[in-house]
């Protein structure tokens, strides 16, 4: 009988709300999932810091993209403390230096059309990475 | 006698974490920003420094989205006990705010809605800042 893969990507975006970045990692999450509905399960920061049985279940079975809007890099502390190693990695500052967007002056409440163009190009690169990871996954089935 | 209250929310995905979240930066920034801090809940899990003197110099007001209470289970595995914990779906419904009216991902500040659960929020900082003394 041939084996069922259940190709997804657990994206984990570090959901801070310090940081302006806090703001921007947010809500580049929701529309990561947004553009992959089939393919991105969203993790709750929140929720995996206290290893809540379903998120954890969740977070070992898909491979893991983990988002860090700032210089701790909590999501990815989250991962190495839960002991996996994610499939891929994205820290805000490299896409806005890729990008050249600066977003100083931009609130943590709400977001200008300067903060709004950082979440797109979050987003383009994390489907990228989402696209990425199931193509390798699928390929190791093969 | 503390002078100020961490506020620590529990910055989960649903609507009511969402709801709450906003409704923070309306007391931190706007009400109450001598008498508050801001918790960041991943950044105390990974033991930024900051983040963990909060809980251990403040009374921590925990502000949950759900009954999960992700973020007064943080602050003990961080060996403190919240002062407080509320949550934001008893706060709406006190307040008789319609949820399902309220959009996804992101809530004004201006919002209504926030500003009302704003203003609970800030009545617990005041409690909890009177009970110190």
């Known amino acids: 009988m041939a084996e069922e893969h259940d190709f997804k990507v657990a994206v984990l975006p570090c959901n801070g709300i310090g940081r302006l970045v806090s703001t921007v990692v947010r809500l580049a999450g929701y529309r990561i999932k947004k553009e992959r509905p089939e393919q991105v399960v969203l993790l709750s920061s929140g929720r995996l810091a206290v290893q809540d049985p379903e998120h954890l279940a969740t977070f070992q079975k898909y491979p893991v993209l983990v988002i860090d809007g700032c210089r701790p890099h909590c999501a990815s502390f989250m991962a190495d403390e839960l002991g996996k190693t994610p499939a891929g990695r994205i820290y805000i500052a490299d896409v806005a230096a890729e990008n050249r967007i600066a977003i100083a002056g931009d609130k943590r409440r709400g977001l200008t059309e300067k903060g709004e163009k950082l979440v797109d190009a979050l987003v383009k690169k994390a489907v990228a990475e989402v696209d990425r990871i199931i193509a390798d996954e699928m390929l190791s089935t093969l | ?133």
Do not use: W
């Open chain 2, 1 to 133: 006698m503390a002078d100020k209250v961490c506020l620590q929310p529990c910055l989960g995905l649903r609507k009511e974490a969402v709801l709450g979240r906003q409704a923070l930066y309306v007391v931190h920034e706007d009400m109450l920003p001598d008498e508050t801090v801001l918790g960041c809940g991943p950044a105390l899990n990974a033991n930024v420094q900051e983040d963990v003197d909060f809980i251990n110099l403040y009374p921590v007001l925990a502000v949950e989205a759900c009954e999960l209470d992700c973020a007064t289970k943080l602050v003990a595995k961080k060996q403190k006990k919240a002062a407080r914990t509320i949550r934001i779906t008893d706060l709406a419904k006190g307040l008789n705010l319609d949820l399902e009216a309220l959009p996804e991902e992101h809530i004004e500040a201006e919002d209504p809605a926030v500003q009302a659960v704003a203003k609970r929020i800030a009545e617990h900082v005041r409690e909890l800042l009177a009970s110190s003394k």
